[in-house]
């Protein structure tokens, strides 16, 4: 005869339970002190009127702060640069991404090597990548670009001061651009071959394979690309400040390089922190629908 044991009593259960998680207690509190604090004490910054270059007449302004960011034109302006950089380098990223991670996928001698030479601006710092950009490609006089104007009969063109936002696309498009392949190359090597082979025994073409297999497969990592790449050039300062300083007249002006300008020339920290808040909030509005959409996408591939 066989006997049922007792089901263990809740306490012990729940101080088992605690016992296994008070090793993260730790870490969870050192995160929450690093991110949160910092976090309230914008909030209260963002209420005060505390401006360095009168210490003297700090005191409580309440929402003037953030009635002064929505009246503020460079505020506006500074957001539309954000969004033409962003969507224009994550488009860019993706699609040379793409064909790169098409074509690198494919046997060929020496792929090892052309793949490490793909992903290497992914590792060069901003700062280098920067100079290098303006030296060797944008100058007027010496640099590539000038040099394949001249080749094809057009006048040479001074890229950071009339091109000054398609010169900032570019250095970060070719920045991210490894980043994007790696996903999609990632993506192409989870393909199952048979579904390939499949179309060829069909006689389907290579632009009907590319279309009909690849692209749907491809769906969930495009998308997650996309998403990543959005949250990485939204935060673009390093180019902009080494390349245009944000001109001219604030025509490459980002969200991120104008809180700078307020909170560090012109030392308003009150007003900076209503700036940031409120781009924060944008940010989080804009990002939230494409991280439900990417949700359910993996739910959706988790229940095939």
Same mark, same amino acid.
């Given at each position: 005869?066989?006997?049922?044991a007792p089901p263990a009593p809740k306490t012990s259960s729940r101080r088992d339970s605690w016992s296994r998680r008070a090793p993260l207690l730790p870490a969870l509190i050192i995160t929450l002190l690093l991110t949160q604090v910092p976090f309230v004490m914008t909030i209260w910054y963002s209420l005060q009127n505390w401006n360095l270059l009168n210490p003297g007449r700090r005191s409580f302004a309440g929402l003037d702060n953030y009635q002064? +960011? !929505?009246?503020d034109s460079v505020f506006w302006q500074s957001l539309g640069n954000t969004a033409?950089?962003?969507?224009?380098?994550?488009?860019a990223s993706m699609v040379v991404g793409l064909v790169l991670a098409v074509l690198l996928q494919k046997k060929f001698p020496g792929r090892g090597i052309a793949r490490t030479l793909a992903i290497t601006p992914f590792f060069v710092m901003p700062v280098a990548a920067a100079l290098f950009w303006?030296?060797?490609? !944008?100058d007027p006089s010496f640099g590539l670009l000038g040099w394949l104007t001249d080749a094809v009969g057009l006048p040479r063109v001074n890229w950071l001061s009339e091109q000054s936002m398609l010169s900032i696309i570019m250095i970060s498009s070719w920045r991210w651009t490894p980043f994007a392949m790696l996903v999609l190359l990632a993506g192409l090597q989870a393909?199952?071959?048979? /579904?390939?082979e499949a179309a060829r025994v069909d006689g389907a073409t290579w632009w009907q394979q590319f279309r009909g297999v690849m692209l749907p497969h491809l769906r969930p990592f495009l998308e997650l690309t996309a =998403?990543?790449?959005?949250?990485? =050039?939204?935060? +673009?300062f390093g180019e902009i400040a080494l390349l245009t300083a944000g001109g001219p007249a604030f025509g490459t002006t980002n969200i991120t390089y104008y809180v700078y300008l307020r909170a560090f /020339?012109? !030392?308003d920290y009150g007003l900076a922190s209503a700036y940031g808040l409120v781009a924060l909030v944008l940010t989080i509005a804009l990002a939230l629908p494409a991280l439900r959409l990417l949700?359910?996408? !993996?739910?959706?591939?988790?229940?095939?």
């Open positions: 005869m066989t006997t049922i002064q +960011t !929505f009246t033409v950089l962003t969507v224009g380098a994550t488009v303006r030296s060797a490609i !944008f393909l199952p071959e048979d /579904q390939l =998403l990543l790449l959005s949250m990485n =050039l939204i935060q +673009t /020339q012109s !030392f949700s359910g996408i !993996f739910q959706q591939e988790g229940r095939r």
